[in-house]
């Protein structure tokens, strides 16, 4: 597989000038990391549209050798992208996580026990309760 095969698979026809304006940046590097990052993987095999064509390929291509593949693919294309986003930032905005809030800390061992596995005893349920 080349880059050009490369980004045709897992892009598609998007051209890169759309492509690093979509992700917000000019720098492959890290334009690939962040679109790499939002594609599905399973045991770091990229998806290929849908997992049925993903697996159904001759050849599984895995994560880091598709993001090689679409960094090659930037840098020999750079001469076409580069003057058109001038305007973007260097580097993509960073992706927002969502907020989660601290969790109580529990002690290793509860009160009262002296192991850290304490055995649940569910209350007994009624006959037919819960179906």
């Known amino acids: 597989m080349t880059p050009e095969q490369c980004w ?3 892009v598609g026809n998007e051209l890169p000038e759309t ?11 890290a334009c690939v990391r962040l ?3 939002r594609l599905p993987h399973v045991y770091g095999l990229s998806l290929r549209g ?14 880091t050798l598709v993001g090689n593949y679409l960094v ?3 840098e020999e294309t750079r001469e076409q992208w ?16 969502p907020v989660v809030s601290a969790a109580p800390v529990v ?8 192991s850290e596995f304490v055995l649940y005893d569910p209350p007994p349920m009624e006959h037919g309760a819960g179906i």
């Open 35 to 37: 679109f790499m990052g």
């Open 82 to 97: 580069e003057p058109v986003v001038q305007d973007l930032p260097e580097l993509p905005p960073a992706p927002v996580s």
């Open 8 to 10: 045709y698979e897992y």
């Open 19 to 29: 492509f690093l304006r979509r992700i917000g940046g000019r720098d492959p590097g």
């Open 107 to 114: 002690p290793a061992t509860p009160e009262g026990t002296d």
């Open 50 to 63: 849908t997992w049925r064509r993903t697996f159904a390929a001759g050849e599984q291509q895995p994560k």
């Open 72 to 74: 090659a693919y930037l």
